[in-house]
């Protein structure tokens, strides 16, 4: 079974650091565009941060270049999401995503169950 | 920056009726859209991509129409387990990207 699995979500003060995590398992990780997704409470949905299957490649949402890093380890399966200067408005549900590429389209077809990110004094 | 909306912001519609759910793009997108469905304390889940081809498992009764700037997803008999919040999504090819459109509420009427 295709699966995703994140962790690491949490309570933090303003201006702190979180390191996320998403385990994949049920498919081959390093052939797979990973992406964050995150969703405020009682809002809408809002694409972060995408990697490359080799890890080469980055892109980053505007509202979160500079402060967050997105990485992957290939050889244990897991996708990370390193948020530094974290703000109020980081306030999120955070999902983790596997691109789907039909050869002309792409879409996110698996997603995690998303980790709480909450910023806060 | 392309900006997706999504009309209306709720829909009321009866079991077993049609839903006929909007979503427009600030430029042309082409066929790069897709829609999905999320439920109360659920992950999204992928319902239509390149703007009509179902995701496998998808019924029927979902279908996807559009392309460039105006697109609609349809859903021909309502089931209960369809009242949900449904999102459009553009994929921008350079820089990579994506755009969510702000949501539907599709409740019951």
């Known amino acids: 079974e295709v699966q995703l699995l994140e962790s690491g979500g949490g309570l933090i003060q303003p201006g702190g650091s979180l390191r996320l995590s998403c385990a994949a398992s049920g498919f081959t990780f390093n052939n797979y565009v990973m992406s964050w997704v995150r969703q405020a409470p009682g809002k809408g949905l809002e694409w972060v941060s995408a990697i490359s299957g080799s890890g080469i490649t980055t892109y980053y949402a505007d509202s979160v270049k500079g402060r967050f890093t997105i990485s992957r380890d290939n050889s244990k399966n897991t996708l990370y999401l390193q948020m530094n200067s974290l703000r109020a408005e980081d306030t999120a549900v955070y999902y983790c995503?596997?691109?789907?590429?039909?050869?002309?389209?792409?879409?996110?077809?698996?997603w995690g169950q998303g980790t709480m990110v909450t910023v806060s004094s | 920056e392309i900006v997706m909306t999504q009309s209306p912001a709720t829909l009321s519609v009866s079991p077993g009726e049609r839903a006929t759910l909007s979503c427009r793009a600030s430029?042309?997108?082409?066929?790069?859209l897709a829609w999905y469905q999320q439920k109360p304390g659920q992950a999204p889940s992928l319902l239509i991509y390149?703007?009509?081809t179902r995701a496998t498992g998808i019924p029927a009764r979902f279908s996807g129409s559009g392309s460039g700037t105006e697109f609609t997803l349809t859903i021909s008999s309502l089931q209960s387990e369809d009242f949900a919040v449904y999102y459009c999504?553009?994929?921008?090819?350079?820089?990579?990207?994506?755009?969510f459109g702000q949501g539907t509420k599709l409740e019951i009427k």
């Open positions: 390149g703007a009509s």
């Open positions: 430029q042309s997108v082409s066929s790069n």
């Open positions: 995503a596997k691109d789907f590429w039909s050869g002309f389209y792409r879409a996110f077809n698996i």
């Open positions: 999504q553009q994929y921008n090819n350079w820089p990579p990207s994506y755009t």
